[in-house]
């Protein structure tokens, strides 16, 4: 047993010492292969940028000194039905596999700020969504799911207001949270930024809501930025009629069959449709005939 113990501490020593060594080698030469792990790093990261363009079909957009944003075609990744493995893969669900209505949107000088109405449901958040994700991807490197010959200017930054921030611990409302964003943004606020802004001047009293929403969409074209913003008040659109700079928009709704088409048109806004959508979704036949009946 003391022969057994003495051999067991001497094997332990011995391992110690070549780990040692080898510790010691290794730290001689930390500096390179902390570059080979960068390199390696950089490499696979390009690699993978490749084969996801390949796989969807995707095109490298560089970002150009151009006082213009023009997508033509652009699709969010989570509805292209060719990343389905993909998804499958990473997230454990497939998602649509369906076609994907993609979006074409159109900014220039002349106009660098657009109001984005329409139905419940027909696509406004995910336009937001799939122009921001389109742009951070660009300036990332990453093959885009649009179209060639899509233009992205130079920007300094991305600014978003998507969901809902509400916190009750921190006793914020979704409306005080809203304005607490607003605020942190007009504070860093320049014509090299691009503002995405979810249901704008919701949260509140109407008329207060849409004074304010109307208000913001003027300082956003009297600085320059570019934007695209979500409302369903009316009174704002009405408003945007009026400003030059700005321009409204609408995501399309099909009177036939009463359902979105997801297709966004230039120059008029569109209505929100809540009662169709509420018809749609199950909603009790004599509630929605009453609110149609108390509806302006």
Known sequence: ?????????????????????????????????????????????????????????????????????HLHGARHPLLEPRLAKLRDAVL???????????????????????????????G??????????????????????????????????VWCRIGDDQSLLSDRSTFSAAMTATASLLADLDDATLVLYDELGSGTDPEEGAALAAALLEELVRRGCWAVATAHLVTVAAHLEQLPGAANAAMGFDEDSGRPTYRLSVGAPGRSRGLAIARHCGVQPAVVDRASQLVS
Not at 15 to 28: C, D, G, K, M, T
């Open 1 to 69: 047993n003391n022969a057994l113990a003495e051999s067991t501490a001497r094997a332990r020593e011995e391992e110690e010492r070549v780990l040692a060594e080898l510790a010691a080698s290794f730290a001689r030469h930390r500096g390179q292969l902390l570059d080979a792990a960068a390199a390696l790093t950089e490499i696979d990261a390009l690699q993978a940028r490749v084969l996801f363009g390949k796989g969807c079909g995707a095109n490298v957009i560089v970002p150009v000194a151009a006082e213009e944003l």
């Open 92 to 122: 454990g669900e497939a998602g649509n596999l369906g076609s994907v209505t993609p979006l074409d949107i159109d900014l220039d000088r002349h106009t660098r700020v657009m109001l984005l109405s329409g139905p419940n449901a027909g």
């Open 124 to 157: 406004k958040t995910v336009a937001l969504k799939t122009i921001g994700l389109t742009v951070v991807m660009a300036y990332a490197g990453i093959p885009v799911l649009a179209d060639e010959g899509s233009v992205v200017p130079r920007l300094r930054s």
